[in-house]
């Protein structure tokens, strides 16, 4: 299967902000191991971050017929993007939504996400593993 791994605002800074929540590793070492993981299980995944809440929205657009799956860490959009939401819902490829941390332990505005109701399935709280674990929910 072909994945797409897409995170969001502020993801870049994985590994040098808020390390205690999110850990230390950088975003591109956390891809590395995702990408050896799903070649491993005889899948490939292509990764994008950008800060730009549009051009989230046009790489899940042109997902269509591409991915089989996508993996969203939206970051801070989780909680107020309906762009995002509505691009989620005007795709027909499953969207696992995925956050580090775990988002109910922490400040109220982080308990709500508009994203969850369109995606296949949210996982949160496993700081990396998160990622892994909504990848491997689609060759479970
Ligand atoms: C996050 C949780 C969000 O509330 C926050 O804005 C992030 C990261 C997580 O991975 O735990 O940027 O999505």
């Known amino acids: 299967m072909n994945f797409l791994v897409l995170n969001g605002v502020n993801l870049n800074l994985t590994g040098k902000r ?30 994008f971050q950008s800060n730009s809440e549009g051009e989230l929205c046009t790489r899940i657009q042109q997902a269509e017929g591409v991915y089989d799956g996508i993996v969203l860490n939206a970051g801070a959009f989780t909680h107020y993007s309906y762009a995002l939401r509505d691009a989620i819902a005007a795709i027909a490829v499953p969207v696992v939504e995925v956050h580090m941390s775990n988002v109910h332990a922490r400040e109220e505005f982080r308990k709500k996400s508009v994203l969850t109701e369109v995606c296949k399935g949210e996982i949160l709280g496993f700081g990396k593993n998160s990622y892994k674990l909504a990848l491997e929910s689609f060759w479970l």
Request: with cysteine; hydrophobic share 35%.
């Open 18 to 47: 808020e390390r205690d929540v999110y850990g230390g590793q950088t975003l591109e070492e956390i891809e590395g191991e995702l990408a050896a993981f799903c070649e491993s299980n005889g899948h490939a995944a292509h990764f």
